[in-house]
């Protein structure tokens, strides 16, 4: 069964840096992947969405890419601030369910 | 305007009583998903409404989990004879569609403690 990975540490950032998400996923390659963004004690909220077809999406300072061949999605936050900290979930669907695959997120802390 | 909403907030009960939670889509809003979200884990899919369609309910972890959405807009979640394992957070979310690229928006979801 498809399955998702994300960087269970937590990922520190220097103010002002790029901080990169990582994503992995097995088996075949999803339609779409999404990256969500979670604030403690709230529920996701979508951020940028990639079809399969695509190498990267852009959206003001974050950055998504797909790479079919390794099976990754990287995600980008160019110029980060302090209020970018929060956990980022990646999900992924394949073409013919609607359902979401969701990977366990990864908590990004920017230091200032 | 208004988002997805969840009630109540937070949920202590013991051990083999009944829970129900709520949830309320944005209006006009066809889908509506539960999931349930355990610490370190991802969101895991329980059950998905799509305007007057039966559910799909193959991600209910066991019997004991049902759930209605009457009137094709506020759905509750039921979990009946809670055990401890059932303690999570669950959040509903809804879309306008069920298409695949269709974005969800999620509640602030429904934090259930089971003693």
């Known amino acids: 069964s498809q399955k998702i990975e994300q960087n269970s540490e937590a990922l520190n950032i220097q103010e002002g840096k790029t901080a990169t998400l990582t994503c992995n996923y097995t088996n075949y390659s999803p339609a779409y992947l999404q990256w969500y963004r979670q604030d403690p004690g709230r529920g996701p909220v979508f951020l940028l969405l990639?079809?399969?077809n695509e190498k990267e999406k852009r959206k003001e300072r974050l950055k998504v890419t797909f790479d079919t061949t390794l099976k990754q999605s990287l995600f980008h936050i160019t110029a980060s601030q302090p209020a970018d900290s929060a956990t980022y979930l990646c999900?992924?669907?394949?073409?013919?369910?609607?359902?979401?695959?969701w990977g366990a997120g990864t908590k990004l802390i920017i230091k200032p | 305007g208004a988002g997805v909403s969840q009630s109540p907030s937070n949920k202590v009960t013991e051990k083999g009583k009944d829970v129900e939670l709520r949830c309320d889509p944005i209006?006009?809003?066809?889908?509506l998903y539960w999931y349930r979200q355990s610490l370190g884990q991802g969101l895991e899919f329980l059950i998905y409404?799509?305007?007057?369609?039966?559910?799909?309910k193959s991600g209910l972890p066991s019997d004991r989990f049902s759930a209605e959405r009457t009137g094709g807009s506020v759905s509750t979640l039921t979990i009946q004879r809670t055990q401890q394992e059932d303690s999570a957070v669950y959040l509903c979310a809804s879309s306008t569609l069920a298409g695949v690229a269709e974005t969800q928006y999620f509640g602030p979801g429904t934090r259930l403690l089971v003693l």
């Open positions: 990639i079809r399969e």
């Open positions: 999900a992924l669907t394949m073409d013919s369910n609607y359902q979401l695959i």
């Open positions: 409404f799509q305007g007057n369609s039966a559910p799909d």
């Open positions: 209006s006009g809003h066809t889908a």
